[in-house]
């Protein structure tokens, strides 16, 4: 037996590079071609395989044992297989004599992790449209992997589909994450179908009625039916109805889309419905602070603000947690952080929130900056500003300035027999982040 050939590619190659040269047939002279080599196949094989079926990559190489094959041959078969979308590696060795050899491709196959969404083929069940795409991807499950042939496989399918059941449209595949880049997904598309909504329906609405509910999904009825923007809807505008106040699990159940009866004002289009699980109202249990230095969790509670046993609505929350954060900025935390990480008693309804803190660098007073007076008033003025240069920076102190100190200013000046040059005042402030410093300009217009 003699190696024939090795031949190993990655997926994105164009060609394949040869590592060891064959010698299949007589030097010929120089002046001539060589002929393509050929050879009989005895056996063809695989190495690798775990999901795919042996007979499915044999069919799709498009070479069956016992017949002859060029080189160029095996290297189309191989690229045929490349691009099926089914394995990321792809290499192959020959093996034997031209009268009886032995083709070995070694393979890595794909892997999955990435989820595939059918956004609006509302004429089929996930079943139909899973048992479609395995027709060619036979290792589908739901997934795909994040690069190479297989969407492009999965769209044909999807068309085929579509063509067998005489639905008009056309397939279009889109990648799709979310704005910070996380969670992928393929999504899958019909387009030209015109899938209008007319109706909408939430069974096991109680706190809030189907009629608030539907009257709130104008969108709904606006757009052509998309699972991906009514799931979007619903997570992003209706669940914070829930929220808000205190059902902190409420979750919707995936769409479910039928042909909507024919209406006046909707002659043909689609009942979208969705079961609403409403869940428990929780109480404030509490707050567990962590990472702080600068401030105490007592002190942390009060600036919080929410007492125990109250509902635990994400506003009050949101708005607590604000709170905390011009806490830290009176003390010169301009850049502090906040995470939340829920912890929920389900048998006394109550919910106890971890609290992270990084507090960050303080900031710390740089200039005072008066515009607009002159230099006896800037002076006068200047005086009555209590942070000096170098102390603690306190964010919320020149509106406070403002709102109080110049305010007397201004009546010190009437009292003097003069009249202010100024109707108001615009504080601004300029944040030095690599001196930590803030610096404050107040424009007296």
């Known amino acids: 037996m003699r190696d024939l050939k090795t031949s190993s590619r990655p997926r994105a190659a164009a060609r394949l590079v040869f590592m060891a040269a064959a010698l299949l047939a007589p030097a010929l002279a120089p002046a001539q071609s060589p002929p393509a080599q050929a050879m009989r196949l005895a056996k063809i094989e695989f190495e690798g395989l775990e999901r ?3 007979d ?5 190489s498009g070479l069956q044992a016992g017949q002859t094959a060029t080189l160029e041959q095996i290297e189309e078969s191989a690229q045929r297989l490349t691009n099926s979308g089914l394995f990321r590696n792809l290499g192959y060795t020959i093996k034997g004599t031209t009268d009886a050899a ?9 892997r999955g992790g990435v989820r595939v969404v059918f956004d609006n083929f509302v004429w089929f069940t996930d079943e139909e449209l899973g048992a479609a795409v395995r027709r060619r991807v036979p290792t589908f499950d739901g997934t795909a992997p994040e690069s190479g042939g297989a969407t492009e496989e999965i769209t044909k399918a999807l068309q085929e589909l579509l063509r067998e059941r005489k639905v008009e449209g056309t397939v279009e595949y889109m990648p799709s994450s979310d704005p910070a880049g996380r969670h992928p997904e393929h999504v899958f598309t019909v ?6 909504v007319c109706s909408l329906s939430f069974p096991g609405a109680r706190a809030l009625t189907e009629e608030e509910l539907v009257r709130k999904s104008t969108p709904v009825f606006d757009n052509e039916y998309s699972r991906i923007f009514v799931v979007g809807f619903l997570e992003s505008t209706l669940l914070p109805l829930y929220h808000e106040r205190g059902m902190l699990r409420a ?5 479910r889309v039928t042909r909507a009866a024919p209406t006046e004002d909707c002659a043909q289009g689609l009942a979208v419905s969705t079961t609403v699980d409403e869940g428990s109202i929780y109480v ?3 707050a567990e602070w962590a990472g702080q230095q600068a401030m105490t969790p007592q002190e942390l509670d009060l600036a919080l603000g929410i007492r125990l046993r109250d509902v635990a609505g994400t506003s009050r929350l949101e708005k607590g947690l604000a709170a905390v954060r011009k806490a830290y900025g009176r003390k010169g935390y301009l850049a502090a952080r906040l995470t939340t990480a829920p912890e929920f008693d389900d048998a006394s309804r109550r919910v106890r929130y971890r609290i992270n803190v990084e507090e960050g660098p303080q900031y710390r007073m740089g200039t005072l900056t008066l515009d607009g007076l002159d230099e006896r008033d800037t002076n006068n003025l200047k005086v009555r500003w209590r942070i000096l240069p170098g102390e603690p ?3 919320g102190y020149p509106e406070e300035f403002v709102r109080k100190n110049v305010q007397e200013f201004a009546k010190d000046i009437l009292r003097e027999g003069r009249k202010p040059t100024f109707a108001k005042v615009a504080p601004s402030v300029r944040v030095d982040h690599d001196k930590r410093t803030a610096d404050v300009t107040l424009e007296f217009k």
């Open 251 to 255: 979750s919707f159940a995936p769409p």
């Open 191 to 196: 387009k030209g179908a015109a899938l209008r």
């Open 52 to 54: 795919v079926t042996r």
């Open 56 to 60: 499915d990559a044999l069919a799709r």
């Open 284 to 286: 404030w249990g509490g």
């Open 393 to 395: 920076y306190d964010e």
């Open 102 to 110: 032995v083709l070995t491709f070694k393979v890595e196959e794909m």
